[in-house]
């Protein structure tokens, strides 16, 4: 009796168990992101990118300002990218700011040559 019993134990508990089958790996896929989604992502991202350039040229152009350093070509581009901005031309904003910040830093750089030869 006993042999029986503890055949019908182990089927038991075998039928009982679950089988041991990988499950399946739960994968983070990200949904599919829409065209619209993504153009409206780096039209902010251009937005951010050229509000911090003209924040940048403002100070450049302050700072060649204060130490009578300041090119016209930089106060024009800096008025420039600040009009590009205000019409949301995020590039052409970002190209006058780069363009207003490198004429600051020359204009900035002309004073540690002497004046007249």
Do not use: H
Request: one cysteine or more.
């Amino acid at each position: 009796m006993r042999l029986g019993s503890l055949a019908i134990a182990l089927a038991a508990a075998a039928c009982a168990t679950p089988e041991t089958a990988p499950a399946p790996a739960a994968q983070a896929v990200s949904p599919p992101v829409a065209p619209e989604q993504e153009r409206a992502a780096r039209r902010l991202q251009q937005a951010a990118e050229a509000r911090a350039l003209v924040a940048q040229a403002e100070t450049d152009v302050q700072r060649a300002r204060a130490k009578r350093a300041l090119w016209l070509p930089a106060w024009e581009d800096l008025l420039a990218a600040r009009d590009s901005l205000a019409a949301n031309d995020f590039a052409k904003a970002s190209e006058r700011a780069r363009l207003a910040s490198e004429l600051s830093q020359l204009g900035l750089e002309q004073l540690a040559y002497p004046a007249v030869k």
